[in-house]
């Protein structure tokens, strides 16, 4: 069936990812700020608790996905996980921003359960929600509509915390709060809104395309999954992107607080370097979001597949000229980032659609569908992503001779300077590079859409 999918049902879907993204931010921009420079541990046990909490996680991903892939409800597999982590979720997040008066080893030990456990319900409600948007419709122009609406929800989001966080931060600071208790506060609201949110996607939400009841073994899924190529390059090419959006994000806190500085600028005075960090992420998103909104005209003209790998071409460019920018050239800079940020904008909508092809591809393939299992790897290629996003800004920071909140060397700059531009860029033209192997163009699903739908009506 043609399933066509209302207004209000796609902003509800978009709430999903407005909830969920306010702590993706949060521990994009500011995780590994906030181990480093509040709680005070080295950026080699962070790095360390990163991959050991990453690699664990990284096998809940496909387990999760089994799990959602036979659950069956009369509110569907995947709807109800919104409803059941939401507050889990929230609670979670505000103790993995709680410091613990336990000395280092104790807050180092803190770090690992809490974070563990933030990682374990963001996959519990996330792999269901991307999975949800392969059983709401199976027109794909309608599951690329979902992605936009999904991305525009996650970048409000976004927009909100980033925009909102260094203030809170200087409220609560200014009313007598240390540097941890502000964060606290912080993410305990931060938190009370995701969880609404999360119930609002549940509310709004339903699921139309209805699978065959899972009865194949999870073995054979495994096989069936491990036998498609496209999965591996579109994992391979997802991660690289989202490993070039983590690693910037990730280095924006050091990079204004230790190269750009204070500034004073005109029209706008005095400025401290927190409240630039705040305003460069923010007018990053409001770019991704300007992005979300080409993608559907720019994929439209171009295909997918051609328009992911030239917008990745694109900032792998920009981001090798943001190193060459000094200090004084805030404006500049913020140019090229709003630039950048509307070229990584138009990819992102772009990926999740093109994961709902690849479902009904291993569909038409195979004669079976895993759809949970299938969308896990989205999940897991975001874990990988922010693994190695988090884990090698910090390790370029201790081997560029990086001490949290002392005045740099100029070999410490130099790396923080790197770390903002040069690698990420790096990672950013690789992901384009891998998506040249991926044949599932357009042309070629339109094909498998009609095939499916026919033997569906069968």
Sequence with gaps: MDHKIGLKEKIGYGFGDFASSMFWKIFAMYLTFFYTDVVELSPESVAMMFIMVRLWDGLNDPLMGIIADRTNTSKGKFRPFLLWVAIPFGVIGVLTFSVPEIGPSGKLIYAYITYTLMMMVYTAINVPYGSLMAVMTENPKERTSLASFRFIGAYSGGIVMTASAPYLLDFFTNAGANDAKSYQYMVTIYAIIAAFFFVMTYLWT?????????????????????????????????????????????????????????QSLPLFGDVSWGKLSGAYM???????????????????????????ILAMFLSAILSFLLYWLNPQEVFLIFIVNIINGISAGIVLPIVWSMYADIADYSEWKTGRRATGLLFSSSSMSQKLG???GGVLPLYILSSYGFEANTEQTATSLEGIRLMISIYPGITAALSGVFLLMYKLTDKYMVKVTNELSDRRKD
Excluded: C, H
């Design 206 to 262: 339903k699921e139309r395309v209805k699978a065959i009841k899972e009865t194949n073994s999870i073995l054979r899924d495994l096989k069936d999954l491990a036998k498609n190529a496209q999965w591996f390059i579109m994992l391979g090419a997802g991660i690289l992107m989202l490993v070039f959006l983590t690693f910037r994000e990730s280095s924006i806190m050091y990079y204004f607080k230790y190269f750009v500085q204070d």
């Design 282 to 308: 923010t007018m990053w998103l409001v770019a991704n979001m300007l992005g979300v909104l080409l993608a559907i005209p720019v994929s439209n003209r171009f295909g997918k597949k051609y328009t992911f």
């Design 386 to 388: 922010l693994m190695a």
